[in-house]
Structure formats: C-alpha cells, structure tokens
C-alpha cells in the first residue's frame, strides 16, 4: 500500500484508528475457547465489527509466537482474512525486530514477502544496516521505534548525546538513509508534550503512536502537535478496544469503543 492510498483512506473513514489485535487467550470471551482457533475467531469478529471504523491493524507477533506454531498460524489466518476481504486496510506487523545485513533481510522477506504485511515495526539500535534492507521494499513501509511509550524509554532515548537526545538523533540520522521516503516512526502517546519538536524533525511522515487508552494517553494532546498536512498520524488503541467484553456480543462492544475514536477523530479532522 502506498502512503497515498493510506491517506485516501483516513480522509474517506474519517479515522486514522489503528486497531491492535494482540490477543492474550486468558482474556478472550470463553465461549471461543472451544472453536478449533480461537485466535483466529477472535480477530475474525473484531475485524468485521470495526473495519468501517479503522485504516489499520496492528497483530503483536509476540501474542503468537507465544503459543507456538499454532499461534502463528493463526496469525497467517489473520493477515490473508484482512488482504482477501478488506485489502484497502493498511496492516503493521508488530515485531520490533532488529538485526544486520542478510538477517534484515530475511526478517523482510517473512513480513512483506510470506505473510504480505504493509509495513514491520523495527528497532534502530544497531544502525542502518540494520533498517536499509526493510526499506528496500517497494510500497512497503518500515516503522521505527523512536520515542516509546514506556517507562523506560527514559533509560536511553531522552538521554543527551552532544548536547542533543538520542531520539533526535536517531531521527535526524534515519531521514538521510537509503529509501528512507518508507520511513514510519513509533512515538509513543504518552509523551505528547514531545510531539512538536519530532515534528521539527521529520514534518511529514507518518507516526504510529501507541498509548492512547489503556496506558494513558490523551487523543487531543497528540493531535495538538503531532497532525501534518497529510494527517501523519495512526492512533493505535488495543486492550480498550478489543477487551471491551466478554459476552458473546464481544465484538459489537469493540465497535462501540472504536466508534467513541473515530467520531473524536472525524471532528479533529474538520
């Protein structure tokens, strides 16, 4: 998917919700435990009730590797029952995965080639080396943590390096890579007041920004600083939406709770 066909999308739905589907089977409605894939019947009901309502998914691949080759199944269910049915949503593998050279590349290759995701999450540590080979992927998009919603995101990523954080650095340095234009960034929602000084840095690219719910971030704070020109935003919301219950209409108080989004995104998009 190209970065046009995402913001057609956002502007037609009126949302830039990103749904994350990181499914723990000790919180899913029970009546579901007894299904052949769980998982898979889980994501399958939240899809259909809240495509109309989000531009994205987000699977945590961790929430499946955990249960083995089952659960990675399940996710290669998920990810081909999004691209046959609703193929206009725009999917993010949530696996922060981080290496060199021909292991990159074959971290890609799972992610873009077999699985046929969008866009990976990644993590710039070891430089890029260890991101270009993601980016080499055309109408792929390579999302880089840079600014993290978690309590130890302090430990390193606002640290000062030659008078300037980490983070701004990492920033400032990934915008000069090779085929950096598929450059995505995670910032973290709970970290707002940073929003217009990442802006500086990288005016129009797009941010995933997790946080918003469950771990405390504020919807109207992020949009204050951190909306482009072309919107630039996926706002990704997971336990608040996908847990709203556990009753056998699960999924019809998923998309109320995606609905109470999108309607504050249609009127911050006015």
């Known amino acids: 998917m190209t970065t046009q066909e995402l913001i057609s999308q956002i502007r037609q739905k009126k949302s830039f919700l990103c749904i994350g589907l990181d499914v723990d089977l000790n919180k899913i409605p029970p009546h579901l435990l007894d299904t052949e894939d769980p998982i898979f019947e889980f994501n399958k009901a939240i899809i259909d ?8 998914y987000k699977p945590n691949t961790a929430f499946y590797e955990a249960y083995g080759l089952k659960g990675w199944r399940s996710l290669e269910k998920t990810i081909a029952y999004l691209n046959t049915k609703y193929p206009e949503i725009f999917t993010i593998a949530d696996a922060k ?3 060199i050279g021909n292991t990159s590349t074959m971290y890609a290759k799972a992610f873009f080639e077999d699985l046929a995701f969008d866009s990976v999450t990644v993590a710039p540590y070891m ?4 991101i270009e080979p993601f980016l080499a992927f055309k109408n792929k998009h390579t999302i880089m943590l840079a600014l993290t919603s978690n309590e130890g995101a302090f430990d390193f990523q606002t640290k000062k390096v030659t008078d300037k954080e980490l983070y701004k650095q990492v920033l400032e340095t990934s915008k000069h890579w090779k085929n950096s234009e598929n450059l995505m960034y995670v910032v973290g929602a709970t970290k707002a007041e940073y929003f217009k000084e990442i ?37 990704n919301s997971s336990r608040g939406i996908i847990y709203a219950s556990k009753e056998i209409d699960f999924a019809k108080k998923s998309a109320l ?7 504050e995104m249609a009127t911050i998009l006015k």
Request: glycine letters at 14%.
């Open 127 to 130: 430089g890029k080396d260890s």
């Open 199 to 235: 802006r500086n840095i990288v005016p129009d690219s797009f941010l995933l920004v997790p946080g918003v719910g469950a771990q405390g971030g504020n919807l109207q704070d992020v949009c204050k600083y951190g909306l482009s020109n072309n919107i630039g935003l996926l706002i």
């Open 97 to 99: 995965r981080g290496d």
């Open 49 to 56: 009730a809240t495509h109309n309502l989000c531009v994205a």
């Open 257 to 263: 709770k995606a609905k109470e989004l999108q309607l």
